[in-house]
């Protein structure tokens, strides 16, 4: 345990005695020693360096303006002693935390950890960190999570869609921190959004089924309670179906959870309809997983019996068999973008309005989708409930 400045203290030498103490009343008072600098601090570092702190200071925040051959030492110097400074008191000083927040729903999503890979790059380069949280699609988790990064002191903020909670928005305009959405296209917005169009490319998922001649169709959709997206795509789907005449079939629109076993059972609903349908339009590529999944495992081909769509385009959707075809996210520069909008710095309450950026996206086909077979095979559980119930 060390000993404090009180505990221990040193009387000056006897010949220094007029040089370290000073007379009271005819008697020298001896004076204590000032205590070395912490060690690991820029003062302990500077008084065993030669290097004053301030220019140690000054490698640290504007290493340009150190001559070369000083900031080479310097540099040197802190490596030698695995020197961190301390983020607190730099903010305090610059009034800036170096670092970003980004909230998405879920963190067990591929296409959200693109986003948030491409974010961090963008950051990253200009010298930020990244503080992720989740809010699980809910309105109130996310609110709690924009209060608990602002008081962290993010320099900026990132997060999915259009849906919040009021209690949000007013925090977020409070404080007046450079904001970006991302995952969908909203010109009214306050801030940037950087995404697409969910109506318009679901619309356009529908339309390449319906001109390859399908007219049965089932959604397995995201829940749209508090998520714009999946909302919006069932809106896309009706949309399309409804120009060309078509009304979905009581029962064919199922909402459910983004996971495999949710999907299996959604599909499996629709395959138990009067007259199933030959094509499936999905909210994600899990959905559409899922739902290729259950059909393989009750001997029904994809795509002769029935075709399946997916959107987002994760690694996995290409490396099934059939591979799914889906609607291309490209995650990575919507993160990126992302990060470029956050450096430049436009506050969420500034009166210019924001550099919004719309994507359009691509349908990649595979081979889960395909034309409707004239007479398909009328197949709809060939297995029995608990060979499925086992099937992982």
């Not at 051959?69 to 040197?76: F, V």
């Not at 963190?107 to 380069?125: C, P, R, T, Y």
């Not at 356009?204 to 089924?209: E, I, P, S, T």
């Not at 009581?250 to 059972?265: I, K, S």
């Amino acid at each position: 345990m060390g000993h404090s400045e009180s505990a221990i203290r040193k009387a000056a030498p006897t010949g220094q005695a007029a040089s370290a103490g000073r007379r009271r009343g005819g008697s020298r008072v001896a004076q204590p020693t000032p205590p070395p600098a912490p060690a690991g601090t820029l003062e302990a570092l500077a008084a065993g360096s030669g290097i004053s702190s301030a220019t140690l200071s000054r490698v640290l925040n504007h290493p340009e303006q150190v001559r070369a051959a000083l900031r080479e030492r310097a540099e040197q110097v802190l490596r030698d002693a695995g020197y961190v400074p301390h983020g607190a008191a730099r903010s305090l000083a610059s009034r800036r935390s170096r670092t970003m927040g980004a909230i998405v729903p879920t963190v067990d999503s591929a296409l959200f950890a693109k986003i948030v890979e491409g974010l961090q790059q963008a950051i990253h380069a200009d010298g930020y960190q990244l503080l992720l949280a989740s809010s699980s699609y809910s309105p109130q988790r996310e609110a709690a999570e924009v209060r608990a990064l602002l008081e962290r002191g993010v320099d900026g903020l990132m997060l999915v869609g259009r849906a919040r909670a009021t209690e949000t928005e007013a925090m977020l305009r409070a404080r007046g921190l450079p904001v970006a959405t991302t995952c969908h296209f909203d010109s009214a917005a306050h801030w940037p959004s950087i995404g697409w169009d969910n109506v318009r490319e679901a619309s356009r998922a529908a339309d390449y089924l319906l001109d390859i001649g399908h007219r049965r169709f089932g959604v397995i959709a995201g829940l749209s309670a508090d998520n714009d997206r999946a909302a919006d795509r069932i809106a896309g789907y009706r949309a399309a179906l409804a120009k060309r005449g078509i009304a979905l079939a009581p029962g064919a629109v199922l909402e459910r959870p983004y996971t495999v076993p949710e999907a299996r059972q959604a599909m499996a609903a629709l395959l138990r309809l009067p007259e199933p349908p030959t094509a499936v339009l999905c909210g994600n590529d899990i959905l559409a997983y899922g739902a290729l999944q259950e059909c393989l495992w009750r001997d029904l081909r994809v795509p002769g019996d029935v075709s399946i769509v997916g959107f987002d385009n994760i690694e996995m959707a290409a490396h099934c068999r059939p591979g799914i075809t889906t609607v291309d996210v490209p995650a990575t520069r919507i993160g990126e973008a992302a990060g470029r909008a956050l450096l430049a710095g436009r506050p969420a309450d500034a009166a210019a309005p924001p550099a919004h950026v719309c994507l359009e996206l691509e349908l990649i086909v595979r081979g889960s989708t395909a034309p409707p077979e004239p007479n398909p095979k009328a197949r709809r559980g060939a297995r029995p409930a608990g060979l499925l119930a086992t099937a992982s």
